[in-house]
């Protein structure tokens, strides 16, 4: 059977391409650390491979002969949330299956059974005792999910954890491992009394860190040149730099994108077929659009509020974000979820491409369909876009309409922005793609449209850039900042078809007929249409 990118689950060698799982973190430096008898942490955000990794490290160890690794997933524990009882028990009868599986025995279920009758406080510490005082060789356990534990059951699990830690290795496993999205001292744990326990002092043993990082350039290219020896169908060498900034290395996102491409899109199963930068671009906006469980759980994440705290500055592109408002807590869990990244020297930033697309549209989703207008008025008879027309009759339907769908958005501090970008997704939806450029600092965003004008990949293509810009200065130092802003940006972008600078005035009382006007202007040889709204 041929080969495919793996978009659910662990890796199977014999069914996906794949990266080595064991190159993807310092090797040397965890076995370091087992062999130094440390507890530590290893965490990444969802979906970045972390099981195959730890699967992988498991075998690695056994095959080794010096330790007995096992893998356990506590995951489940999550809906018994703060029953202690029910918590410990459950974790300790994954563990003993682990270990039954591992040694192909099934002893130490039933010890685990025998073992309940301990109190549900020291029950887990005494079951590790029972499993290490049986098992001949030094213990190495990965516990998986941590995280997904909380409350009393979290505080009990971990600090049974940490009663055992002086007596490994001959009474207790000589390392454990805890895995999870969040590094454990990040962890504010509220017990069911309402207090609050830091994670840190519940386990205050972690001697280090680890953090599973993305792909690199070099990985992406490796894994899609494998789907090309297996199949012998090339990608043109202009799809990684593609890849990379949709992506940036998000393992999930590199392999749905080379799944959507090989697989899903039914022409390219063709292997003679030569996959083009356009069709990468396609397959991108069908992950979007189909809104995989991935984004699902991204969107989930949109509406809590210590997320909202954070990204609503980078979606407004705030000149300077009041850190005093944003606490450093929130700040490290959005890059815990792999939501942003946080660069030495550089503003917070949206962590990926796609994630850039995805974050504007379902924000306004509820907007997007409730616009009704049929979007083929705004075409021109080759199938270009006719940017003027569309944006008057937005200028009318925001005098209409902004204050009252602003109201609805949960990020209404980018509102105007976010509303602009739900008009235009309407448009572009039947065929064509908005590239985002926004960010902390930033005080503008850049709109690049890019619709292709016949249904044949290579053919041509309109390009529109859009700068989108609250008015906080005078009219005419905006305008002029504008100006030299949006014909930076369409060289950048390159053979550009229009340019349009598009003006916010949130004046408080300011009348409508003072804020909408538009009027062309010229910067550097280019034209380029100046509107107010």
Known sequence: MERFFNTAGPIKPELHYNIDPLKRFDLEELLLLVRQQKYFVLHAPRQTGKTSCLLALRDYLNARDEFVAVYANVEGGQALRNDVEGVVSGVCSVIAGAFDSVMNTKRYSALALENDQVPASNRLSSFLTLLSEDVQKPIVLF????????????????RQIRSGYASRPQQ???????????????????????????????????????????????????????HTKATGQEFDEACFPMIWEATEGQPWLVNALGYEVTMKMKENRDRSIRIIPEMIYKAQENIIYRRETHIDILIDKLREERVRRVIGPILANEEEADESIIPSDDVQYVIDMGLIKVERGKPRR??????????????????????????????????????????????????????????????????????????????????????REYGLGRGRTDLLIRKPLTDHYGGPIQRIVLELKIKRNSLEKTIDDGLRQTWEYMDKAGAIDEGHFIIFDRTPGKPWEEKIWHEEREYEGRKIMVWGM
């Open 143 to 158: 516990i998986d999910e941590i995280d997904a534990l909380v409350g009393d059951s979290l505080v009990s699990v971990l």
């Open 172 to 226: 207790f496993p000589q390392s454990i491992v805890l895995c999870g999205v969040r590094d454990v001292r990040d962890y504010r744990i509220v017990l069911s009394n309402q207090d609050i326990v830091a994670g840190g002092s519940a386990f205050n043993i972690k001697a280090e860190s680890l953090r599973l990082g993305n792909f690199s350039k070099e990985e992406i290219r490796e894994l899609y040149l494998e």
């Open 350 to 435: 949206i962590a990926n491409g796609i994630y850039k697309e995805i974050i504007p549209r379902e924000l306004t989703w509820t907007t997007q369909t409730g616009l009704t207008e049929d979007s083929l008025w705004y075409m021109n008879p080759d199938n270009s876009i006719n940017m003027e027309k569309l944006l008057l009759d937005f200028q009318q339907f925001f005098r209409q309409n902004a204050d009252a769908w602003i109201e609805k958005f949960d990020y209404k501090e980018s509102g105007p922005q976010l509303l602009l970008q739900a008009f235009l997704q309407r448009v572009v939806n039947g065929g064509g793609y908005i590239d």
